[in-house]
């Protein structure tokens, strides 16, 4: 009996999880190289700008920050305009395509001599990201089926949630011992481990979308709970940002914590991270709903425990660990929210989920400076934090109270035309 599209013969169940390590492994890089500028943002700082690290340390860091901030936007630029641009492609040359970009821009970040070509080279480095994960996840579901959705987003996801528990920990205590250009140099390693994985492991699966249109993608956009949904990533991930951004100096300067205690705190944001990315796409299987609500109710917890607590290495350590957890569960759910609600234009839809995430990015980097360098302190970031998240879960909110509005009309029209409500409920969902 041949087997349906939704589930693998044999064969290519043997081929799963090796094709899914490869996807992972690309998360791991990303990861590392979106991040790594947070633990390394002091020496950084020290290297580009020693005279003005010595006569104003905050609106130095603020500053470099703004590497921070280069990133991010090129995600936010790259992840709708590279996803449209590769939608017609096959998606294992499209990922390999990808990750050699990913290979170029981490050099290019490690070599450049001045602030100002770095911050470009960061740039470029973050359009892929978007369209990577994606791409990623779009064939990480095909391989586990449709039922499994959140799972395959939180699969490509954990990869850039484990890089926060091993990979930025190792790499930041390199930075410090060899010095932060050699960070990049091996970030550039991991993404050629990554082009020769995904060589290998994953297979072949065509073109993505043969029959979806560069309008068909580009309309979704035209879609409210897609925008909906985009702002919620935006403003409730830059809680996460606010915090993550400043860590280090938070670290060193309100704790009062040694510079090589900073690969801990961010492997517990890291623990954190990957506890919240795979409990999160579990939840957004079973309730998006419910998911997206506590995540963000962990997230806010996380934040006040820093606001409250952070003075002590146990309130830092339990605060940023229980922020990952519910940022990074968010993650998952607000991918398989944007595949629900954009699946008309599937490519599009899978990476703006990033473009909204390193909104949130660049908006706690470029917030969290702002109240630094005005004289707030180093726990101002964190309070700005507490309100973007809160506004999150308002815009949530607001997009599930829709939801339930629109499903009474729609409920009530059936009535009305003489269909049983529940048969219909039944086959929306079907």
């Known amino acids: 009996m041949p087997s349906s599209p939704s589930s693998p013969s044999v064969p290519q169940r043997r081929s799963v999880l090796p094709a899914l390590l490869a996807l992972s492994l690309g998360g791991f890089g990303i990861g590392s190289s979106e991040f790594i500028a947070m633990g390394l943002l002091p020496s950084i700082t020290q290297d580009l700008f020693p005279d003005a690290y010595i006569s104003s340390r905050e609106a130095a860091l603020a500053h470099t920050g703004w590497l921070v901030g280069a990133y991010a936007l090129g995600v936010v630029i790259g992840a709708p305009t590279v996803a449209i641009g590769i939608a017609k492609l096959p998606q294992k040359p499209a990922l390999l395509a990808l990750v050699m970009a990913f290979v170029i821009g981490s050099v290019a970040s490690a070599v450049l001599p001045t602030f100002e070509g770095i911050a470009a080279a960061r740039f470029l480095t973050g359009l892929p990201h978007g369209a990577y994960f994606g791409v990623a996840a779009l064939v990480a579901s095909r391989l586990l089926g449709p039922s499994r959705r959140g799972l395959a987003a939180a699969t490509v996801i954990g990869g850039l949630t484990v890089a926060n528990v091993i990979g930025i920990p190792l790499i930041t205590w390199l930075g410090l011992l060899v010095g932060w250009r050699s960070a990049y140099l091996v970030i550039a390693g991991m993404f050629l481990a990554t082009l020769v994985s ?3 492991a994953v297979p072949s699966t065509g073109t993505a979308h043969t029959t979806v249109s560069i309008r068909t993608e580009v309309s979704v956009l035209r879609r409210a709970q897609v925008l909906l949904a985009l702002g919620i990533g935006a403003v409730g991930f830059t809680g996460l940002f606010a915090m993550y951004a400043y860590l280090a100096p938070l670290a060193e300067h309100h704790t009062k914590l040694d510079p090589e205690a900073v690969p801990w705190i961010l492997a517990s944001v890291g623990i954190g991270m990957t506890i919240g990315n795979f409990s999160g796409g579990w939840a957004a299987d079973r309730d ?22 952070s003075a002590g290495t146990l309130g830092l350590i339990v605060g940023v660990m229980v922020v990952g957890v519910g940022a990074s569960a968010l993650g998952p759910t607000l991918q398989t929210r944007l595949m629900d609600v954009g699946k008309e234009g599937p490519t599009l839809a899978a990476a703006l989920n990033h473009s909204a995430f390193n909104v949130g990015n660049a908006l706690g980097a470029v917030l969290g400076g702002v109240v630094i360098s005005a004289g707030l302190g180093y726990l101002s970031p964190i309070w700005t934090g507490i309100t973007t998240s809160g506004a999150g879960l308002l815009i949530a909110c607001i997009s599930f109270t829709l939801d339930g509005r629109r499903g009474s009309r729609a409920d009530a029209q059936t009535f009305a035309d003489g269909i049983d409500p529940e ?5 929306r969902h079907s």
Do not use: C, D, N
Not at 288 to 309: D, E, H, K, N, P
Not at 423 to 427: E, H, N, P, S, V
């Open 198 to 200: 995904i060589a290998l």
């Open 288 to 309: 998006v709903r419910s998911s997206t609500y506590g995540s963000f109710a962990v997230m806010l917890a996380g934040l006040v425990i820093l606001a409250l607590f």
């Open 423 to 427: 048969k219909a409920l039944i086959g």
